[in-house]
């Protein structure tokens, strides 16, 4: 084995790892992947000889394409004339089927990081979402983000605080219990295939929060509350022929299929305490078109 085949085989050790993170940083699973890839074009720009973390070393790397490509994202926004209204934007799921063991998306979420979390992520400024996913998440020491963020070991200490107090108030511990989470889901589905407007509320939080991504050709929509989000939810059934259990970032989801078979739409849960307190929806068809289930 030359030396460029052996260090295309200790990158390889580490991508899974790499991917996981860029995920948590970026939301996006092409843009994932893109971030993985300049991290190996920078690995054989470099004389890692001295590295005596290669792992560490890659990771850090990871994280400086993942803050630039984040920075980027949010100068684009601030350009636009309309950004205080642009719609929300789903972060990119990950779905599977319940009981299968997907080696790859299994370390893609090895710390199940559901969807209710990726969309508080999406909210976080990029150099807080740095320091809170390096650290929180991978235990890398603010000594060693703090050069990516161009401030103060205790400085970077701060970010990571104040992201992880709106982490912990947006998106708290959903419920373990999975037993309790499938009751919750399917009686929400049978309420909503039924009209039950009253079953329906029933089972969703006061409180609860529906967001929705259409993509570029359907516009989103926020909904708070339990009886608007009932009524949308009865609305929406009408469209759905036949709805098949998935797992959405290792939680509860349904993609619902047409008469054709063809996703219209994918859910995901977030049940606590029994009672579903968000729900986010992907309908965009471009993106739904990009899923792919044995046998689905």
Not at 117 to 142: C, G, K, Q
Request: hydrophobic residues 45%.
């Amino acid at each position: 084995m030359d030396e460029k085949d052996e260090l295309a085989r200790r990158f390889d050790a580490h991508r899974a790892h790499l991917r996981a993170v860029a995920y948590r940083m970026l939301g996006s699973l092409g843009d994932a992947d893109d971030a993985v890839q300049e991290a190996w074009f920078k690995l054989n720009r470099t004389d890692v000889g001295a590295v005596e973390n290669l792992g560490g070393w890659l990771t850090t790397v990871v994280g400086r394409v993942c803050l630039d490509m984040l920075r980027s994202r949010t100068a684009r926004r601030e350009e636009s004339l309309d950004a205080a209204d642009l719609p929300f934007r789903m972060p990119d799921p990950v779905v599977g089927l319940p009981g299968r063991v997907d080696p790859e998306q299994e370390a893609l979420l090895a710390d199940s990081v559901g969807i209710a979390l990726m969309v508080v992520l999406e909210s976080l400024a990029p150099a807080e979402r740095l320091a809170f996913v390096l650290h929180d998440m991978f235990a890398v020491p603010f000594e060693e983000i703090a050069p990516l963020v161009e401030k103060s070991s205790a400085a970077t200490r701060q970010l990571a605080s104040r992201a992880r107090r709106r982490v912990r108030g947006a998106a708290p511990a959903p419920d373990t219990d999975p037993v309790r989470v499938r009751r919750a889901v399917d009686a929400f589905l049978s309420a909503a295939r039924d009209g039950d407007l009253e079953a329906l509320v029933a089972v969703l939080d006061p409180e609860i929060t529906a967001r929705s991504d259409g993509g570029t050709r359907r516009p989103g929509a926020l909904l708070r509350g339990a009886r608007r989000v009932a009524s949308q939810a009865i609305a929406f059934a009408r469209f759905a022929q036949d709805g098949r259990a998935v797992l959405v970032n290792g939680g509860p989801g349904v993609l619902a299929l047409d008469a054709d078979g063809h996703p219209v739409s994918l859910m995901a849960f977030t049940v606590r305490g029994g009672l579903i307190t968000a729900l986010d929806i992907l309908t965009d068809p471009d993106r739904l078109a990009g899923i792919r289930l044995d046998g689905a």
